[in-house]
């Protein structure tokens, strides 16, 4: 417990908070070597040696993926009692403490020394559970080599890693999970009319499970037919309707697709009322990719996975099926090695796109954000505006991709920030504390200070954070 709670300053809050959440990942991976230990002390076969096994008596069982050593089956409720947990959570702990330690032997490392959460590396153990243990490595090596990213990017690293180690058994869960496609509508559960929490009175829920492109297809025909229907609506309608009213009502006319036509024809001004309605020709759909892939994978040598913004880790020919009907540009190939500078506040978009496809989304310390879009584009360096600051402001090196709300926080909060160079940011936080931001991740940093207490640089725990220096 810590003393005197009520009475400590900001400073001294954020340095017991450090202290806290250290403490906590000690004692996490101290629960994983209590386990393992348990899984040790019960390895050997039960029961008397030569005697036949009774039916339902304890066994050895493989709780672990390939390369696990077997473990008796009944030995875990005992443990489950002294953690004061199910038995199943036991097994499941158990499991995933075996997989780190015999099968990726290098997250588990970065676990034991405290630079990766313990959950993040169960979830990747249970992720990869069921590649073999000579296709386990694959993953292993990534996530250990990105172990200063936040969690939900360590997540979805290890995510496409699990499908490029084993291409085959992903098509095999993609046929599967194609073949669950289909519309469901819920039913009436009693109490729905009247529950005053989880009631639903007046509405159903309809389950749409569909391939990707037909999904991202239909939420853009629901909001194209959405802005008509908005459109239609006079002044004082329009401020009273809310976005979910108007989506319904495009299901609602889509539900029917000649008034869905006729509809569309009148708003795209139909001259001739008489002739037949048909239904619109679908619109080819814009889309931008930005492919950074192997020759060989191009040319069908070898198999590879391509990450989409917002939608996850895909194979080639998932890419392939989700452009067929869009209208692809092919864009000249972006040096992320350029740098640029112009005298005006705003940052033009070819400057946003390569400081983007540097960092991957937003360079606030520990940020989750792995999109491109809905960023604002910071100048690290202020932009001193009326003829009063330098030339060159804005550019390459003094832009800052931030979300709104780390925006804000930069603004309002008094924390400094400095880009160090292409893809590189130091952060001083206002009580203190310090971090870079690369496309590696977040990592702390110690402060250098002259005699006079300016920073005048900073030392890394860990290996060095490379990024393309000032110049």
Same mark, same amino acid.
């Given at each position: 417990?810590i003393?005197?709670?009520?009475?400590?300053?900001a400073?001294?809050?954020l340095s017991?908070?450090?202290?806290?959440t250290?403490e906590?990942?000690?004692?996490d991976?101290?629960v994983?070597?209590l386990?393992?230990?348990?899984?040790d002390?019960h !390895?050997d076969?039960p029961?008397?040696?030569?005697e036949p096994r009774?039916?339902?008596?304890?066994?050895?069982?493989?709780?672990?993926?390939e390369?696990?050593?077997?473990v008796q089956?009944?030995?875990?409720a005992e443990l489950?009692?002294?953690?004061?947990s199910?038995?199943?959570?036991?097994?499941?702990l158990a499991?995933?403490?075996?997989?780190?330690r015999?099968?990726?032997p290098q997250?588990?490392?970065?676990?034991e020394?405290?630079?990766l959460?313990?959950?993040v590396?169960?979830r990747v153990a !249970?992720?990869?559970r069921?590649? !073999?243990?000579?296709?386990?490595?694959?993953?292993?090596?990534?996530v250990?080599?990105s172990v200063a990213?936040?969690p939900?990017?360590?997540?979805?690293?290890?995510?496409?890693k699990?499908?490029e180690?084993?291409?085959?058994?992903h098509?095999?869960?993609?046929?599967?999970?194609a073949?669950?496609c289909?519309?469901?509508l819920?039913r009436a559960r009693p109490?729905?009319?009247?529950?005053?929490?989880d009631?639903?009175p007046?509405?159903r829920?309809v389950t749409l499970?569909l391939?990707?492109?037909?999904?991202?297809?239909f939420?853009?025909?629901?909001?194209?037919?959405?802005?008509?229907l908005h459109?239609q609506?006079?002044?004082?309608?329009?401020?009273?309707?809310?976005r979910?009213?108007?989506e319904? /009502?495009?299901?609602?006319?889509l539900?029917?697709?000649h008034a869905?036509?006729a509809?569309?024809?009148?708003?795209?001004g139909a001259?001739d009322?008489d002739?037949?309605?048909?239904p +619109?020709?679908?619109?080819q759909r814009p889309a931008t990719?930005?492919v950074?892939v192997?020759?060989?994978v191009l040319?069908?040598?070898a198999?590879?996975?391509?990450?989409a913004?917002?939608l996850g880790p895909m194979?080639?020919e998932q890419?392939?099926?989700l452009l067929?009907?869009?209208?692809?540009?092919?864009q +000249?190939?972006i040096?992320?090695r350029e740098?640029?500078?112009v005298?005006g506040y705003?940052? +033009?978009?070819?400057?946003?796109?390569?400081?983007?496809?540097r960092?991957?989304?937003?360079?606030?310390p520990?940020?989750t954000?792995l999109?491109?879009?809905?960023?604002?584009?910071d100048h690290?360096?202020p932009?001193?505006?009326g003829g009063?600051?330098?030339?060159?402001?804005t550019?390459?090196?003094?832009?800052?991709?931030?979300?709104?709300?780390?925006?804000?926080v /930069?603004?309002?909060q008094?924390y400094?920030?400095?880009q160090?160079?292409?893809g590189g940011?130091?952060?001083?936080? +206002?009580?203190?504390?310090?971090?870079?931001?690369?496309p590696?991740?977040?990592r702390?940093?110690?402060l250098?200070?002259?005699a006079?207490?300016n920073?005048?640089?900073e030392?890394?725990d860990?290996p060095p954070?490379?990024?393309?220096?000032?110049t």
């Amino acid at each position: 417990m810590i003393s005197g709670l009520l009475d400590l300053d900001a400073t001294t809050v954020l340095s017991h908070a450090q202290t806290v959440t250290r403490e906590q990942r000690e004692r996490d991976v101290d629960v994983l070597r209590l386990a393992l230990r348990w899984a040790d002390l019960h !390895s050997d076969e039960p029961g008397a040696p030569g005697e036949p096994r009774t039916p339902g008596s304890d066994r050895l069982v493989a709780l672990g993926g390939e390369g696990t050593p077997l473990v008796q089956e009944l030995c875990w409720a005992e443990l489950a009692i002294a953690r004061h947990s199910g038995v199943i959570a036991m097994q499941r702990l158990a499991a995933d403490a075996l997989d780190l330690r015999h099968r990726l032997p290098q997250v588990w490392a970065a676990v034991e020394a405290l630079r990766l959460p313990v959950w993040v590396a169960r979830r990747v153990a !249970s992720m990869s559970r069921a590649l !073999s243990n000579d296709r386990v490595g694959i993953v292993d090596r990534a996530v250990a080599a990105s172990v200063a990213q936040a969690p939900a990017r360590i997540i979805s690293i290890a995510e496409a890693k699990v499908i490029e180690a084993d291409v085959e058994a992903h098509r095999a869960r993609l046929a599967e999970d194609a073949a669950r496609c289909g519309v469901r509508l819920s039913r009436a559960r009693p109490g729905d009319a009247t529950d005053p929490i989880d009631g639903e009175p007046a509405t159903r829920r309809v389950t749409l499970k569909l391939p990707v492109g037909a999904a991202i297809d239909f939420d853009a025909a629901v909001g194209e037919v959405a802005d008509a229907l908005h459109a239609q609506l006079s002044a004082e309608e329009q401020l009273t309707i809310t976005r979910g009213e108007l989506e319904t /009502k495009a299901v609602e006319l889509l539900t029917n697709p000649h008034a869905a036509a006729a509809f569309l024809d009148a708003v795209h001004g139909a001259d001739d009322q008489d002739e037949p309605v048909t239904p +619109p020709k679908p619109t080819q759909r814009p889309a931008t990719l930005y492919v950074h892939v192997s020759d060989l994978v191009l040319g069908g040598l070898a198999d590879g996975v391509a990450r989409a913004e917002g939608l996850g880790p895909m194979l080639l020919e998932q890419v392939t099926e989700l452009l067929q009907h869009r209208n692809v540009a092919l864009q +000249p190939v972006i040096d992320l090695r350029e740098i640029e500078a112009v005298n005006g506040y705003e940052h +033009p978009s070819r400057i946003k796109h390569r400081t983007l496809l540097r960092m991957l989304g937003d360079a606030f310390p520990h940020s989750t954000n792995l999109g491109y879009r809905r960023l604002d584009h910071d100048h690290a360096t202020p932009y001193r505006s009326g003829g009063d600051g330098p030339p060159g402001q804005t550019g390459d090196l003094n832009d800052c991709p931030l979300t709104r709300a780390h925006h804000r926080v /930069k603004t309002h909060q008094r924390y400094q920030v400095r880009q160090l160079g292409l893809g590189g940011y130091r952060w001083i936080t +206002p009580h203190g504390l310090a971090r870079v931001v690369t496309p590696s991740g977040t990592r702390e940093v110690e402060l250098l200070r002259d005699a006079s207490g300016n920073v005048i640089g900073e030392t890394y725990d860990g290996p060095p954070v490379r990024f393309h220096p000032r110049t």
